[in-house]
């Protein structure tokens, strides 16, 4: 098995293991980050696992992960995001969730101004990736907050589903 086989082997097996424990307690999520972006589109290497969760819905479900947490959950006020998140480990994948009931906020590059991240659950779109049936952030929704967030590898997500829409249509 190549490395890229072995490394989407370790994705899949890391969203299937959170996916199942959130699903199991009945938790909301969505999908966010690079991987959402995949689900859409774009090509490129996996670093993490990222999804938002309502923490303060999540109780039993933080319960059960909390084995495998490697930091927080802690608050986290950084260049791009003010946020309360967790980091923990599955096979030595690193998943992330960030807690969407704690007011998450995320710079805009281009206005110089914090945004309040607004995660709503019900237009999540459901969707097979890595093997996986998983709610994801909408396509609309992800490039809109990968434009302002305005890093290059958001930015390179964005272009590269544009193309597959322009492909597609």
């Known amino acids: ?3 890229a086989s072995d490394e989407t082997k370790k994705v899949g097996e890391a969203l299937a293991w959170i996916v199942g424990v959130l699903e199991r307690h009945g938790v909301s999520y969505q999908v966010v980050g690079g991987l959402a972006a995949r689900a859409h589109g ?9 999804l938002y969760v309502p923490f303060d819905q999540a ?3 933080l319960e059960e992960i909390r084995p495998n947490v490697v930091w927080g959950p802690e608050h986290h006020a950084g260049d791009e995001w003010d946020l309360t998140f967790l980091k923990a480990d599955h096979g030595g994948q690193r998943v992330e969730l960030g807690d969407s009931s704690s007011d998450p906020r995320f710079f805009d590059r281009e ?4 945004i309040p991240q607004r995660v709503d659950y019900d237009p999540g779109v ?3 990736l890595l093997g996986v049936r998983a709610w994801v952030m909408p396509e609309e929704e992800l490039v ?7 890093r290059p590898v958001d930015l390179d997500d964005v272009a590269q589903i544009a193309k597959r829409r322009s492909v597609g249509e």
């Open 1 to 3: 098995m190549d490395h």
């Open 42 to 50: 774009a090509e490129r290497p996996i670093v993490d696992v990222d």
């Open 59 to 61: 109780h039993s479900a």
């Open 111 to 114: 206005k110089g101004s914090w």
């Open 126 to 128: 459901r969707v097979e």
């Open 144 to 150: 809109r907050y990968k434009r302002v967030l305005g």
